[in-house]
């Protein structure tokens, strides 16, 4: 086992042109209680559309995998990767849109789309067409896994009694550069939102600005539930005339994210470790819709959203590259270390319902789909737990410590390349 398999990142599966300095080390915490659960508030930043970054993976020697074998990984002898599979499917269809389908994923890509959905093909997939190699932290203590999940809104056509808060779609006058395409000109950094004004890209609108100035609602809904609707990204609109529809991630106005669970402590409102999505959704319903507010206010960052129809309801929102995720085998990670698509098995605790907060010992396969602002580091994943309240309440207990193995396509490995049929 590699320290932080910084060769292997490097030489195969992380994206071209990444940065080479490490991540910092992710202790894995402790689990005493369920105040050790993820703040519920952090936002996850996860834009809902295609990755443009197709996963090339650099021709190297990786002999010193060659003996790595999966009846060696804890718990494969028991696997079923059939969620797994069918995601890796769907990334391979991304692949196959981006019309760059790679020396190394084209050959696995096909194998994969024509594996019969079942549980045994799909172990002998993986197992013929991948070799595991553990990862780890740079300082060896271990990972850290997370959950999110899509909420579901109960909303109205227009403001009602408790029905006041709007979801808005993203406003014609907001802009985003994207430094990628700007490389000719020499323009480095992070994408900017802003609008223009005289000429001039400007900062864009805080959240109080845009709801004093108004603008187009796909609905309208509680505030405390259109709050962590933005703190999530997108989320299943219950309309009163039994219709149904997606709320997808849209853009933000680009202003910096503040907790507000973290205002609340501050200012003494709610105790440290207590600020919860409950105890502040309470506390938002005891101070009145003008507490709530100004309270909401803290955090300048708006997001908005776009009307989606829900073809699947067993599939959840659009993550980073582009592909449906699917609930329990779509991760969140560090698309500055792993390319999307890639498989990585999972060795952690998962809870069976929102009480159980320690978990219970859980190994899955999972393919890296999506991303999230807090997901850095080497073995840092976010699990799609799935859609709704039960989910959400699971999602809400999850911080327990995690080994996890990438699987590198046997193609990579010196000697293997062609071998396989």
């Known amino acids: 086992m590699v320290k932080w398999s910084a060769f292997f990142l490097a030489s195969a599966l992380v994206l071209v042109g990444c940065a080479s300095t490490a991540p910092a080390p992710i202790a894995s915490p402790p689990i005493t209680s369920p105040e050790n659960a993820p703040a519920p508030e952090e936002e996850r930043q996860t834009p809902g559309t295609p990755s443009p970054d ?55 890509c096909e194998k994969a789309l024509s594996t019969d959905v079942e549980k045994d093909a799909a172990r002998t997939y993986f197992e013929t067409y991948f070799i595991p190699q553990e990862q780890s932290t740079i300082d060896g203590q271990g990972g850290l896994l997370t959950a999110y999940y899509e909420p579901e809104l109960e909303v109205r056509t227009a403001p009602a009694p408790g029905f006041d808060e709007p979801i808005y779609a993203r406003p014609e006058d907001l802009v ?118 100004g309270l909401m206010n803290n955090n300048q960052r708006y997001v908005f959203f776009a009307a989606q129809t829900i073809k699947d309801e067993a599939l959840g929102p659009v993550g980073t590259q582009g592909v449906p995720l699917t609930a329990g085998a779509s991760l969140a990670v560090d698309p500055g270390l792993y390319s999307m698509g890639t498989p990585i098995w999972v060795d952690t605790r998962l809870p069976k319902n929102g009480k159980d907060w320690k978990g219970q010992p859980t190994q899955f396969l999972a393919i890296a789909q999506d991303t999230g602002g807090a997901i850095k580091g080497p073995v840092r994943g976010d699990l799609f737990i799935g859609s709704g309240a039960k989910a959400g309440r699971r999602a809400g207990i999850v911080k327990h410590p995690a080994r996890w193995w990438v699987l590198v396509p046997r193609a990579l490995v010196a000697g293997t390349a062609g071998s396989q049929s």
């Not at 197709?54 to 718990?75: K, M, Q, V, W, Y």
């Not at 769907?90 to 084209?106: I, L, N, P, Q």
């Not at 509680?222 to 853009?251: E, I, P, Y």
Request: proline residues 3%; positive net charge; glycine residues 12%.
């Open 176 to 293: 985003t550069v994207d430094p990628k395409k700007f490389k000719a000109t020499g323009f480095r950094g992070r994408k900017l939102m802003g609008r223009v004004d005289e000429g001039q890209l400007v900062p864009y609108y805080t959240r109080n600005k845009i709801i004093e100035m108004g603008g187009k609602a796909l609905a309208w809904g509680r505030a405390a539930d259109v709050f962590f609707l933005q703190v999530q990204g997108s989320g299943r609109l219950h309309f009163n005339d039994g219709r149904t529809m997606r709320a997808a991630f849209a853009g933000h106005n680009g202003h910096t994210y503040t907790s507000i669970g973290r205002v609340l402590i501050k200012s003494g409102e709610l105790a440290s470790g207590k600020a919860s999505k409950g105890a502040i959704e309470r506390w938002m319903k005891t101070a009145g819709p003008e507490k709530a507010r």
């Open 54 to 108: 197709f996963p090339r993976i650099a021709e190297t020697s990786l002999s010193d995998l060659s003996t790595n074998e999966f009846s060696n990984l804890p718990g494969w002898a028991d696997a079923n990767p059939i969620l797994a599979l069918t995601a890796f499917q769907r990334s391979c269809a991304a692949f196959t849109r981006a019309g760059d389908k790679g020396v190394v994923w084209e050959h696995v």
